[in-house]
């Protein structure tokens, strides 16, 4: 079994920052791409960032240049800095990692989330 857990969120006012971590744990032998994920109530999980065991990230423009996602493989760690935040910011935040568990398998995990809150 492979466990990913977040942590980080809470409440910030806009124009605040915030760090999130997603550790995972278990029956790893290798993590690929690493991402964040979020979910507002009433509106469908949306990508925020993803990135790779080689570093290449990928954000769409809606958080382009005011969030950073970076990783420490040798924790099994990733990580999502959240600067310049905006109430519509507000979310659930998932991690998800695709781990091999064995030398042939490869699965896709996701955290339970952590919740972001930006409000004044």
């Known amino acids: 079994q492979v466990q990913l857990v977040e942590s980080g969120g809470g409440l910030v006012q806009p124009g605040g920052s915030l760090r999130l971590s997603c550790a995972a744990s278990g029956s790893i032998d290798n993590i690929y791409a690493m991402g964040w994920y979020r979910q507002s109530p009433g509106k469908q999980r949306e990508l925020v960032a993803t990135?790779?065991?080689?570093?290449?990230?990928n954000y769409p423009d809606y958080v382009k240049g005011r969030f950073t996602i970076s990783r420490d493989n040798a924790k099994n760690t990733v990580y999502l800095q959240m600067n310049s935040l905006k109430p519509e910011d507000t979310a659930v935040y998932y991690c998800?990692?695709?781990?091999?568990?064995?030398?042939?398998?490869?699965?896709?995990?996701w955290g339970k989330g952590t919740l972001v809150t930006v409000s004044s």
């Open positions: 990135i790779t065991s080689g570093g290449s990230t």
């Open positions: 998800n990692a695709d781990v091999s568990v064995t030398a042939t398998t490869t699965r896709g995990y």
